[in-house]
Antibody
Framework: QVQLVESGGGVVQPGRSLRLSCAASGFTFSSYGMHWVRQAPGKGLEWVAVIWYDGSNKYYADSVKGRFTISRDNSKNTLYLQMNSLRAEDTAVYYC????????????????WGRGTLVTVSS | EIVMTQSPATLSVSPGERATLSCRASQSVSSNLAWYQQKPGQAPRLLIYGASTRATGIPARFSGSGSGTEFTLTISSLQSEDFAVYYCQQWGTFGQGTKVEIK
């Protein structure tokens, strides 16, 4: 079954760290760029970060740059998001999403999503 | 940074009617635009990519059009399962969403 399953969310105090994981199955994980997208309670979608299929390139939203790190382990079919120096405004459901590939080209369209994991930053 | 602006914020439509949602980019994005549907408590679902291509499994009543800075998502005859929030997206930027509700 083609799916993404996030884990690692929870309640954390401001300034602390948390690592999210996203386990992929049912497709060739190492062939796809992967993204994290978040959604604050009652709000819209916000793209967070992307990592190339081979880990060679990573890009971040300005709101998390310098605090969050995206990584992947293709041998374990797993995507990660290391979140440091967490702030109240980082409270959100965090989704991992697969970047679409059509032919030989990768696109920033998200064609497969996990169900998300909730991160709450609160003292 | 490109800003994506969706209108209206809320659209009230009766089942069976046509719904037209708009998305405007602050500068040209060519045809690099996607539409997503999100229902309460669920992850978003890709509907349209490349401005006008339906994703796998998406019913034909969903159609996308436009290029450059002006884009439209049309739902030709709303079904009960189509009442949701719709987002447009270009690279790392999402619009703020349009909620389609039952009139």
């Amino acid at each position: 079954q083609v799916q993404l399953v996030e884990s690692g969310g929870g309640v954390v105090q401001p300034g602390r760290s948390l690592r999210l994981s996203c386990a992929a199955s049912g497709f060739t994980f190492s062939s796809y760029g992967m993204h994290w997208v978040r959604q604050a309670p009652g709000k819209g979608l916000e793209w967070v970060a992307v990592i190339w299929y081979d880990g060679s390139n990573k890009y971040y939203a300005d709101s998390v740059k310098g605090r969050f790190t995206i990584s992947r382990d293709n041998s374990k079919n797993t995507l990660y998001l290391q979140m440091n120096s967490l702030r109240a405004e980082d409270t959100a459901v965090y989704y991992c999403a697969r970047g679409a590939v059509f032919g030989d080209y990768a696109y920033w369209y998200f064609d497969l999503w996990g169900r998300g994991t909730l991160v709450t930053v609160s003292s | 940074e490109i800003v994506m602006t969706q209108s209206p914020a809320t659209l009230s439509v009766s089942p069976g009617e046509r719904a037209t949602l708009s998305c405007r980019a602050s500068q040209s994005v060519s045809s690099n635009l996607a539409w997503y549907q999100q229902k309460p408590g669920q992850a978003p679902r890709l509907l349209i990519y490349g401005a006008s291509t339906r994703a796998t499994g998406i019913p034909a009543r969903f159609s996308g059009s436009g290029s450059g800075t002006e884009f439209t998502l049309t739902i030709s005859s709303l079904q009960s399962e189509d009442f949701a929030v719709y987002y447009c997206q270009q690279w790392g930027t999402f619009g703020q969403g349009t909620k389609v509700e039952i009139k």
